[in-house]
């Protein structure tokens, strides 16, 4: 009976090194680029939180590796916050990031239910420099009120103080507003737009203090 001789398999020693340096070449890739660290940061739409708020509840304050923390996770972790409605995130060359956030903002203290009324009309207990709505506003002008409000540049509804409902027999959503710098103001809800106009129209009156009827007409009456 013949016998088989067995073939013997030859290691191919140029393969084994190709695949070893091959291997080592992803490896340090991978290390490079794991090392690359966010040391930029760009922060867009924040009229609310800081640059820096924005960057330390991103966990981006330390300066972290780009691979590690993926424009997904930084959206993810900036919209947990309940003041922030929606971030939209974007890398440039791994490095930067660029941040945009619609923040749902503070808009003013109801004092009858003793909460801060957020744009998206969530209730919470923390404080904030905004209005206080002093008296009871009913439901339907309520909701009015919140949009108006929402709708004002930022920087105007921080300069008011306290809001009162106040109807009279000639319109039943008039209110009369406290501003920070001791003048004050009458106005209706469909006439809310135009206290973005405050700066400009108080100007004319060289500092003089007193009331602003926005409620008809537009005119200036000087107290004191």
Do not use: H
């Amino acid at each position: 009976m013949a016998r088989v001789k067995k073939k013997k398999r030859k290691i191919k020693v140029g393969s084994v090194v190709f695949c070893f340096v091959f291997v080592l070449i992803i490896c340090l890739i991978i290390s490079f680029l794991m090392d690359i660290k966010i040391n930029n940061v760009v922060v867009k739409g924040n009229l609310f939180y800081s640059d820096w708020n924005i960057i330390q509840k991103a966990g981006l304050d330390d300066y972290p590796s780009s691979l590690e923390n993926s424009s997904t996770q930084i959206k993810k972790k900036l919209e947990e916050d309940p003041y922030i409605k929606k971030a939209t995130v974007s890398k440039r060359w791994l490095k930067q990031v660029v941040i945009t956030v619609d923040e749902n903002l503070p808009l003013f203290y109801y004092l009858p239910k003793q909460k801060t009324i957020l744009t998206d009309k969530t209730e919470v207990i923390d404080n904030f420099p905004v209005p206080t709505v002093i008296n009871y506003v009913p439901d339907k002008k309520y909701s009015k009120l919140l949009k108006s409000i929402s709708e004002l540049d930022y920087d105007i509804v921080k300069r008011i103080s306290e809001i009162r409902y106040d109807p009279n027999e000639v319109d039943d959503e008039r209110f009369y507003l406290t501003m920070n710098d001791g003048n004050y103001v009458y106005l209706t809800l469909p006439k809310f737009n135009r206290l973005d106009n405050y700066l400009d129209i108080i100007k004319e009156f060289n500092n003089k203090k007193g009331v602003l009827y926005l409620d008809s007409g537009e005119y200036f009456e000087v107290r004191g």
